[in-house]
């Protein structure tokens, strides 16, 4: 019997520091390294240097990198990862000096998403990203052909293969593009469909706990793990805030720091739901010792499709793991209106969903309806889409005092259609 399972790799993490940076309170390659472990490779050591600015061609200095090579050969490192970008020549350069592979940030995202990719959308998002991010970088992956150096006829075939591949490359972008715009087009579409009912986003950095709050909150059973980017697809559920109160609440991916812009720019579908929500619930883990850096990177991110605009409530979650209140009034130093929560003990939902009531009752109108009181349909319908205030009965007439949006009574008459209504507003 042979054991077939692919071994783990063994990854020595490694990055600048810049004098413009902020402050970090936890460690420099932290988040680097559960990245790293989310891709399941072992991480054997790191290295860090401060410098000034970015070597052109090796991104750390030259005696740098040669210390790095040193460094991940004794603690038998068979891959090197890098905490930024890497040009395609940075990348080749260094795997040229240390003989092991090199992986940036971005390509371990993105193999992240790649092991985390379930639906059929997101594989073709993620494929699509990996195919952008490869595109420039093709000449790298072919330096297996530099190893026979001076043969006839060797050089010419390594660069009609190098063009083939990049034709077929750029082919599979255009063709997951068409596909991508055809599947943005049908959420658009399905994301407008909903545009009788308040919808509310969650959008936080990853594994700030969205997902467990969603559970929470609506009651489902949306897949929870304590790792990064454990939720890749939208999922929309009722939450009944309460009497009278439904709204659409939204799930996202999360986001991270430094997020590749193809990975932004391929998941624009999936992240539909925040461009077109009333109101953004911006979770933050206020357990992190890096909660304000954060809090900015989801902002960027924010800002990038277009929802930067949107209101916002910030819901501080984890606060049982918070040691220092303080940490959690820092936090909440800003003009944004904020909530504290533990998604996992139910601490603060119920001043969060006075919260959201309160504030989608702003919009909501007082309207009556007038319908046979002997038609039993109507009252649960009504009670389901808006808060009753009163209800009277006169003759074979019944009235209904009602609070809610403008935008539901669509929805009111498209359920009750072929049962005789009349509504007006409470001052007609």
Same mark, same amino acid.
């Given at each position: 019997?042979?054991?077939?399972?692919?071994?783990?790799?063994? @990854?020595?993490?490694?990055?600048?520091?810049?004098?413009?940076?902020?402050?970090? &309170?936890?460690?420099?390659?932290?988040?680097?390294?559960?990245?790293?472990?989310?891709?399941?490779?072992e991480v054997v050591g790191e290295m860090m240097q401060n410098r000034d600015r970015i070597d052109a061609a090796t991104f750390l +200095?030259?005696?740098?990198?040669?210390?790095?090579? /040193? %460094?991940? =050969?004794?603690?038998?490192?068979?891959?090197?990862?890098?905490?930024?970008?890497?040009?395609?020549?940075?990348? !080749?350069?260094?795997?040229?000096?240390?003989?092991?592979?090199?992986?940036?940030?971005?390509?371990?995202?993105?193999?992240?998403? $790649?092991?985390?990719?379930?639906?059929?959308?997101?594989?073709?998002?993620?494929?699509?990203?990996?195919?952008?991010?490869?595109?420039?970088?093709?000449? !790298?992956?072919?330096?297996?052909?530099?190893?026979?150096?001076?043969?006839?006829?060797?050089?010419?075939?390594?660069? =009609?293969?190098?063009?083939?591949?990049?034709?077929?490359?750029?082919?599979?972008?255009?063709? &997951?593009?068409?596909?991508?715009?055809?599947?943005?087009?049908?959420?658009?579409?399905?994301?407008?469909? !909903?545009?009788?009912?308040?919808?509310?986003?969650?959008?936080? &950095?990853?594994? $700030? +706990?969205?997902? #467990?709050?969603?559970?929470?909150?609506? +009651?489902?059973? #949306?897949?929870? %793990?304590?790792?990064?980017? %454990?939720?890749?697809?939208? =999922?929309?559920?009722?939450?009944?805030? *309460?009497?009278?109160?439904?709204?659409?609440?939204?799930?996202?991916?999360?986001?991270?720091?430094?997020?590749?812009?193809?990975?932004?720019?391929s998941f624009h579908a999936t992240l539909e739901e925040a461009t077109h929500a009333d109101l953004l619930l911006h979770l933050i883990?206020?357990?992190?010792?890096? *909660?304000?850096h954060q809090r900015v990177a989801v902002q960027d991110v924010l800002d990038q499709l277009g929802a930067g605009e949107i209101p916002?409530?910030?819901?501080?979650?984890?606060?049982?793991?918070?040691?220092?209140?303080?940490?959690?009034?820092?936090? @909440?130093?800003?003009? #944004?209106?904020?909530?504290?929560?533990? *998604?996992?003990?139910? =601490?603060?939902?119920?001043?969060?969903?006075?919260?959201?009531?309160? &504030?989608?009752?702003?919009?909501?109108?007082?309207?009556?309806?007038?319908?046979?009181?002997? /038609?039993?349909?109507?009252?649960?319908?009504?009670?389901?889409? *808006?808060?009753?205030?009163?209800?009277?009965?006169?003759?074979?007439?019944?009235?209904?005092?009602?609070?809610?949006?403008?935008?539901?009574?669509?929805?009111?008459?498209?359920?009750?259609? +072929?049962?005789?209504?009349?509504?007006?507003?409470? /001052?007609?």
């Amino acid at each position: 019997m042979h054991d077939v399972a692919p071994q783990k790799e063994r @990854a020595f993490l490694f990055g600048v520091s810049l004098p413009r940076e902020p402050e970090r &309170y936890s460690g420099p390659l932290d988040e680097l390294r559960r990245l790293a472990e989310a891709a399941d490779a072992e991480v054997v050591g790191e290295m860090m240097q401060n410098r000034d600015r970015i070597d052109a061609a090796t991104f750390l +200095g030259r005696g740098k990198a040669q210390e790095l090579t /040193d %460094a991940a =050969k004794a603690a038998d490192a068979n891959l090197l990862i890098c905490d930024s970008d890497l040009s395609p020549s940075q990348g !080749r350069n260094l795997e040229r000096l240390s003989e092991l592979r090199v992986v940036d940030r971005s390509e371990l995202i993105l193999d992240i998403f $790649a092991r985390r990719a379930r639906t059929h959308q997101a594989r073709v998002q993620v494929e699509l990203a990996q195919l952008q991010y490869t595109l420039p970088r093709l000449k !790298r992956m072919w330096t297996h052909l530099e190893r026979i150096r001076g043969g006839i006829g060797t050089r010419g075939p390594g660069e =009609k293969q190098i063009e083939t591949d990049r034709r077929i490359i750029r082919r599979k972008i255009a063709d &997951y593009k068409r596909v991508l715009a055809d599947i943005e087009q049908r959420k658009l579409r399905e994301v407008e469909s !909903r545009s009788d009912v308040f919808t509310i986003c969650l959008v936080g &950095y990853t594994n $700030a +706990g969205k997902s #467990t709050l969603m559970n929470m909150l609506t +009651g489902t059973g #949306t897949y929870v %793990a304590d790792q990064l980017f %454990a939720t890749l697809d939208t =999922k929309t559920r009722i939450w009944a805030v *309460a009497e009278g109160v439904r709204v659409l609440l939204s799930d996202t991916v999360g986001f991270v720091e430094k997020l590749p812009h193809h990975l932004v720019a391929s998941f624009h579908a999936t992240l539909e739901e925040a461009t077109h929500a009333d109101l953004l619930l911006h979770l933050i883990d206020a357990s992190h010792p890096d *909660a304000i850096h954060q809090r900015v990177a989801v902002q960027d991110v924010l800002d990038q499709l277009g929802a930067g605009e949107i209101p916002q409530l910030e819901v501080f979650n984890k606060v049982d793991l918070v040691e220092n209140l303080a940490d959690v009034e820092v936090l @909440a130093r800003t003009e #944004t209106p904020n909530v504290s929560v533990s *998604a996992a003990t139910g =601490k603060g939902l119920d001043e969060l969903r006075s919260w959201v009531a309160s &504030y989608v009752d702003r919009f909501r109108n007082d309207v009556v309806i007038r319908y046979d009181s002997g /038609d039993g349909r109507v009252y649960p319908v009504v009670r389901n889409w *808006a808060f009753i205030v009163d209800h009277t009965f006169e003759d074979d007439m019944a009235e209904l005092k009602v609070r809610l949006l403008p935008r539901e009574l669509g929805a009111l008459r498209r359920e009750l259609r +072929g049962h005789p209504l009349e509504i007006v507003g409470v /001052d007609e």
